[in-house]
């Protein structure tokens, strides 16, 4: 079964580094999103991204955040400053809708981002 | 305000025994929605979702869910279970419209007692 897959499964990175966290969508997806979880709470959507450009993005995802695809087959989210609060599991997803009928939203298994 | 409700923030059940898990959501329009299992430091699998036709939808592992849009509810359930389900799960709710956000209840971490 296609996978959604992510890279590194763990990265620890000191305050105010910048971090690449990449994500491999299942091919033939076209729209990518990427969901942050911080330890013990609840899944929290960041972006969504559909035709090469943002399409929805909440308000975590401010000006520290980016989101490129840069080669047709990665979608990375880069944080340009990291802090304290951004240790958290982030997970990438991916998802076709095709003539009305949805064919998958299908989750990465993490990267856990651990912010010193 | 959209929202998804999981009422029950830990459930402990005997093995063998049948499983429901709650959840309530509010949502503007006619929702997609989906049940995702979480076992400690591991990713979201999908168990099952709904998007139309019949309410009651089967997944994987002998779960099942039925979307109630009376009671604005799509419970969990599974008649037997193992100790292997013991995990977090969550429920989600989505637009019909492509790309936008899931939104996440809080989940229920299921224990299983022997």
């Known amino acids: 079964e296609p996978e959604v897959t992510q890279t590194p499964s763990h990265q620890v990175t000191q305050m105010g580094q910048e971090v690449i966290l990449r994500c491999v969508p299942i091919?033939?997806?076209?729209?990518f999103y990427w969901y942050r979880q911080i330890l013990g709470q609840k899944v929290e959507f960041l972006v969504s991204f559909y035709n090469n450009e943002i399409s929805e993005k909440s308000e975590i995802f401010d000006d520290q955040f980016s989101v490129e695809r840069p080669d047709g087959s990665n979608f990375t989210l880069k944080i340009r400053s990291t802090k304290l609060e951004d240790s958290a599991m982030y997970f990438c997803a991916s998802g076709l809708r095709f003539r009305g009928r949805d064919y998958g939203y299908t989750f990465g298994s993490g990267t856990r981002l651990t912010v010193v | 305000a959209q929202s998804v409700t999981q009422p029950d923030i830990h459930i402990t059940v005997s093995e063998g025994a049948s499983l429901e898990l709650r959840c309530n959501y509010s949502?503007?329009?006619?929702?997609?929605l989906f049940w995702y299992v979480q076992s400690p430091g591991q990713g979201l699998q999908l168990l099952l979702k709904y998007f139309s036709g019949d309410t009651l939808v089967q997944g994987i592992k002998g779960f099942e869910a039925e979307f109630k849009r009376s009671q604005s509810s799509f419970n969990l359930r599974k008649p037997s279970v193992h100790w292997s389900d013991a995990a977090e799960y969550f429920c989600?709710?989505?637009?019909?419209?492509?790309?936008?956000?899931?939104?996440f209840g809080k989940g229920t971490t299921l224990s299983v007692s022997s």
């Open positions: 989600a709710v989505g637009a019909r419209q492509a790309g936008t956000a899931l939104i």
């Open positions: 091919s033939n997806h076209l729209y």
């Open positions: 949502y503007g329009a006619t929702p997609y």
